[in-house]
């Protein structure tokens, strides 16, 4: 399986990000979790992705710090990651 992580400074419900991933049948799975603080918004919104191709592997446990966070605004966020086995 092929994961990718990270800070896309895309918003989930972008159009053509989802399309791609779709395409390449990637799915994205921390779309529904606020992981960033912009310093003009008062309200957390989601800019991080964890994608990935493989019905195998999946996250829970999913955890974000909302007192911690970096000078640009990026929370700390942590979370159980499994990679099960296929047969």
């Not at 994608?51 to 159980?80: E, F, M, Q, R, W």
């Amino acid at each position: 399986p092929h994961i990718i992580v990270g800070d896309f400074h895309l918003s989930p419900d972008d159009e053509e990000l989802s399309t791609l991933l779709e395409k390449y049948k990637f799915k994205s799975l921390l779309d529904s979790i606020d992981t960033f603080y912009n310093m003009t918004k008062e309200d957390p919104f989601n800019l991080d992705r964890f994608i990935t191709n493989s019905d195998i592997v999946s996250i829970s446990d999913i955890s974000v710090d909302y007192d911690v966070k970096d000078k640009n605004g990026h929370l700390a966020i942590s979370y159980n990651l499994d990679i099960g086995t296929t047969e």
